[in-house]
C-alpha cells in the first residue's frame, strides 16, 4: 500500500494531471505525445512514467499483509496516495501472491463494493484500474466507476473479460504469466509470445490497440534469473508497439538477492533502482506501492537527462 502518510508541515509538490477529459468523436492527441485513451478520458504518455498506485483490499497481501482490508482504510490509503502524485488507482481484492487462496467473483466483488463506493465517482482522483480476472468483478467494477482492466492472466483465463472491457471502451493492462515455472525456459521469448496471444484476443474482442498496455509479468511464473531477464528485456517489449507496464513493487526477487532478505517494506531502495532502470528503458507506467518516493525520484531523474 501506500508508503505512510505525509509529515506534519511538509506539503508535497504534485506533479501536473496528465489526465484530461476525452471529447466525444474526436481523437485525442498531443505532438510528440501518445494517447491512452480509457473509458472516462485520456492519459498522456509524454515520456515521463505515469505512476500506477496500488490499493490492496485483501487479507493476505504479500507487501502489507493485509493493511488495507477495512473498506474506510483502503479509501484512504487510496486518497493518499492520489495526494503523493498517482497518476492512477490500482483496485484489488484477490491475493496473487505465491501459493495465495482463489476466491469467487462474489466474494472478490464484496471487498471492493464498498471501496469503490467510498471513491465514488470524484472528479479530482485519477482513473481507477480494477485488477482482476474476473469478467462479472470487472463489469461491476466499470459500472461503479473502474476505468481500465488489469488482468494478471492477460485474457487467458476467462473468455468473457475481453468482451466486457471492450463493450465498456475500457483501456486495459495485459500482463505475462505462466501456470509454473520452468528454469530452462526462454523467458524473454515466452514473455513476447504470450503478449502477442493476449493482444490478438484483446483485438478480436473489439479493444482498439491504442487503449492496450502489456506487463512482462515480474514475479509471477518466473525464476529469479527469469525476473532480472524480464526486466532487462524492456526495450524488447517496446518494440512490440504498446505501452509497457511495469510492476516490480517490493517483490521478492529483489529481497531474495540478500541474506537475511529484507521484508517486503524495507525493499523501496530495490525497488527505485529496478523502476529507474526501468523508466530509462522505456516504461510508460510503473506500479509501485510508495508514490512519493518514486514522484522525487523521477523529478530528480529527469532533471539530471533534462540537463545533460
Same mark, same amino acid.
Given at each position: 500500500?501506500?508508503?505512510?502518510?505525509?509529515?506534519?508541515?511538509?506539503?508535497?509538490?504534485?506533479?501536473?494531471?496528465?489526465?484530461?477529459?476525452?471529447?466525444?468523436?474526436?481523437?485525442?492527441?498531443?505532438?510528440?505525445?501518445?494517447?491512452?485513451?480509457?473509458?472516462?478520458?485520456?492519459?498522456?504518455?509524454?515520456?515521463?512514467?505515469?505512476?500506477?498506485?496500488?490499493?490492496?483490499?485483501?487479507?493476505?497481501?504479500?507487501?502489507?499483509?493485509?493493511?488495507?482490508?477495512?473498506?474506510?482504510?483502503?479509501?484512504?490509503?487510496?486518497?493518499?496516495?492520489?495526494?503523493?502524485?498517482?497518476?492512477?488507482?490500482?483496485?484489488?481484492?484477490?491475493?496473487?501472491?505465491?501459493?495465495?487462496?482463489?476466491?469467487?467473483?462474489?466474494?472478490?466483488?464484496?471487498?471492493?463494493?464498498?471501496?469503490?463506493?467510498?471513491?465514488?465517482?470524484?472528479?479530482?482522483?485519477?482513473?481507477?484500474?480494477? =485488477?482482476?480476472?474476473? &469478467?462479472? /468483478? %470487472?463489469?461491476? @467494477?466499470? $459500472? !461503479?466507476?473502474?476505468?481500465?482492466? *488489469?488482468?494478471?492472466?492477460?485474457?487467458?483465463? =476467462?473468455?468473457?473479460? &475481453?468482451? /466486457? %472491457?471492450?463493450? @465498456?471502451? $475500457? !483501456?486495459?493492462?495485459?500482463?505475462? *504469466?505462466?501456470?509454473?515455472?520452468?528454469?530452462?525456459?526462454?523467458?524473454? &521469448?515466452?514473455?513476447?509470445?504470450?503478449?502477442?496471444?493476449?493482444?490478438?484476443?484483446?483485438?478480436?474482442?473489439?479493444?482498439?490497440?491504442?487503449?492496450?498496455?502489456?506487463?512482462?509479468?515480474?514475479?509471477?511464473?518466473?525464476?529469479?534469473?527469469?525476473?532480472?531477464?524480464?526486466?532487462?528485456?524492456?526495450?524488447?517489449?517496446?518494440?512490440?508497439?504498446?505501452?509497457?507496464?511495469?510492476?516490480?513493487?517490493?517483490?521478492?526477487?529483489?529481497?531474495?538477492?540478500?541474506?537475511?532478505?529484507?521484508?517486503?517494506?524495507?525493499?523501496?531502495?530495490?525497488?527505485?533502482?529496478?523502476?529507474?532502470?526501468?523508466?530509462?528503458?522505456?516504461?510508460?507506467?510503473?506500479?509501485?506501492?510508495?508514490?512519493?518516493?518514486?514522484?522525487?525520484?523521477?523529478?530528480?531523474?529527469?532533471?539530471?537527462?533534462?540537463?545533460?
Amino acid at each position: 500500500m501506500a508508503g505512510g502518510t505525509a509529515r506534519k508541515g511538509c506539503t508535497r509538490r504534485r506533479l501536473p494531471r496528465v489526465d484530461t477529459p476525452m471529447r466525444q468523436g474526436h481523437a485525442v492527441g498531443v505532438p510528440e505525445t501518445r494517447a491512452l485513451p480509457h473509458r472516462t478520458g485520456v492519459l498522456q504518455l509524454d515520456g515521463r512514467p505515469l505512476l500506477m498506485g496500488v490499493v490492496n483490499v485483501t487479507p493476505d497481501s504479500f507487501s502489507d499483509g493485509g493493511e488495507r482490508f477495512a473498506p474506510e482504510d483502503a479509501v484512504a490509503g487510496a486518497r493518499q496516495l492520489a495526494a503523493e502524485g498517482a497518476d492512477i488507482l490500482d483496485i484489488g481484492a484477490e491475493s496473487t501472491r505465491p501459493g495465495h487462496d482463489r476466491i469467487s467473483a462474489e466474494e472478490e466483488w464484496s471487498r471492493l463494493a464498498p471501496v469503490l463506493a467510498g471513491l465514488g465517482r470524484d472528479a479530482t482522483l485519477p482513473p481507477m484500474s480494477i =485488477d482482476t480476472s474476473k &469478467a462479472e /468483478v %470487472a463489469r461491476r @467494477a466499470i $459500472a !461503479a466507476g473502474a476505468s481500465i482492466v *488489469n488482468d494478471v492472466w492477460g485474457f487467458r483465463r =476467462d473468455p468473457d473479460l &475481453a468482451s /466486457v %472491457a471492450a463493450d @465498456a471502451g $475500457a !483501456a486495459v493492462v495485459l500482463m505475462h *504469466n505462466r501456470d509454473g515455472i520452468d528454469a530452462g525456459v526462454d523467458i524473454v &521469448a515466452d514473455i513476447l509470445a504470450v503478449l502477442e496471444h493476449s493482444v490478438a484476443i484483446a483485438t478480436a474482442a473489439g479493444i482498439p490497440e491504442d487503449r492496450i498496455v502489456i506487463d512482462p509479468g515480474i514475479g509471477f511464473g518466473k525464476t529469479l534469473e527469469q525476473n532480472y531477464q524480464a526486466v532487462a528485456a524492456l526495450s524488447k517489449l517496446k518494440a512490440l508497439g504498446f505501452p509497457v507496464l511495469l510492476g516490480v513493487s517490493r517483490k521478492s526477487f529483489i529481497g531474495r538477492l540478500f541474506d537475511p532478505q529484507p521484508a517486503p517494506g524495507e525493499r523501496l531502495p530495490g525497488t527505485l533502482a529496478a523502476n529507474l532502470y526501468g523508466a530509462l528503458s522505456g516504461a510508460d507506467i510503473l506500479r509501485v506501492h510508495d508514490v512519493a518516493a518514486h514522484v522525487q525520484a523521477l523529478r530528480v531523474l529527469a532533471k539530471i537527462r533534462s540537463a545533460a
